[in-house]
């Protein structure tokens, strides 16, 4: 079983959904927890909402740090915003294969509440193309050096 951490900044959002539907697509081949550098401490309504539509689990979240994860090795780690991506990840994630999947933030958005759902949707959606996508890769056999090329450019497409 491959353990894979989802980082977010906040980890209230994507990082969430990324570690729901890495857990449910991948189950019994992936472990998957998410994470932030600076976590904000609580769940975004929309996620969780957006899971709920999409009968994936809405309980067990919890917006934590990555300093949570020091004794938990880690196989794959996975940006998916632009600030997580800059920044330097902790000492004890240097062995794990990193890729960065930038997605737009829905939690940001303004407007209506269906403009606002729309936002969800297409995280969402962008989110469960490169799970499932990533899925189909020989992960377990990969070198790690084409499973990070791989990654990246699997982070490159939009739903």
């Not at 991948?26 to 539509?53: C, E, H, V």
């Not at 997580?84 to 890729?99: D, F, I, S």
């Not at 737009?104 to 403009?115: C, F, Q």
């Not at 759902?117 to 189909?136: C, H």
Request: aromatic share 6%.
């Amino acid at each position: 079983m491959l353990n894979i951490l989802v980082i977010c900044t906040g980890n209230s959002c994507r990082s969430v959904m990324g570690e729901a539907l890495f857990n449910h697509l991948g189950q019994g081949r992936i472990k998957a927890f998410s994470a932030g550098s600076q976590p904000i401490g609580r769940i975004n309504t929309g996620a969780l909402a957006t899971l709920k539509r999409h009968d994936l689990p809405t309980e067990g979240y919890k917006s934590q740090s990555w300093e949570e994860f020091e004794d938990q090795p880690m196989d794959i780690v996975i940006t998916v915003c632009d600030n997580a991506a800059g920044e330097t990840c902790p000492v004890y994630l240097t062995k794990a294969v990193r890729a960065h999947w930038g997605v737009s933030d829905p939690g940001h958005v303004e407007g209506t509440e269906d403009e606002k759902i729309a936002a969800f949707e297409q995280t969402f959606s962008t989110l469960k193309l490169r799970v499932e996508k990533m899925l189909e890769l020989p992960l377990e056999t990969m070198p790690p050096e084409q499973l990070t090329a791989e990654l990246n450019a699997i982070g490159q497409l939009d739903s």
